[in-house]
């Protein structure tokens, strides 16, 4: 079983920054492909960004540019630093591993307003 848990989110304005985070359970993190999902209200859930265990990213076409996907095997962990953020990146973000199986995070909210 992997846990998830997501930090980093929170209120910032149009054309600031923010860095989500999630740390992962597990001592086999560096076999994981990591990905960052969002929800916004009303719509499906999305794919932003993903990380494949040798670390190679892919991005949605929304983000590319804009935010940068990445992991650090020694701390299990994953960030996603989003920058030129807009009112149409308010989501509330999910983190999620694929090994055996599938997991998820219980999700953060990213709010985008001034």
């Known amino acids: 079983q992997v846990q998830l848990v997501e930090s980093g989110g929170g209120l910032v304005q149009p054309g600031g920054s923010l860095r989500l985070s999630c740390a992962a359970s597990g001592s086999l993190f560096r076999l994981y492909v990591m990905g960052w999902y969002r929800q916004a209200p009303g719509k499906q859930r999305e794919l932003v960004a993903v990380?494949?265990?040798?670390?190679?990213?892919n991005y949605a076409d929304s983000v590319k540019g804009r935010f940068t996907i990445s992991r650090d095997n020694a701390k299990n962990t994953m960030y996603l630093q989003m920058n030129s953020l807009t009112p149409e990146d308010t989501a509330v973000y999910y983190c999620?591993?694929?090994?055996?199986?599938?997991?998820w995070g219980q999700g953060i909210q990213v709010t985008v307003s001034s």
């Open positions: 990380i494949s265990s040798g670390g190679r990213p």
């Open positions: 999620n591993a694929r090994f055996d199986k599938e997991y």
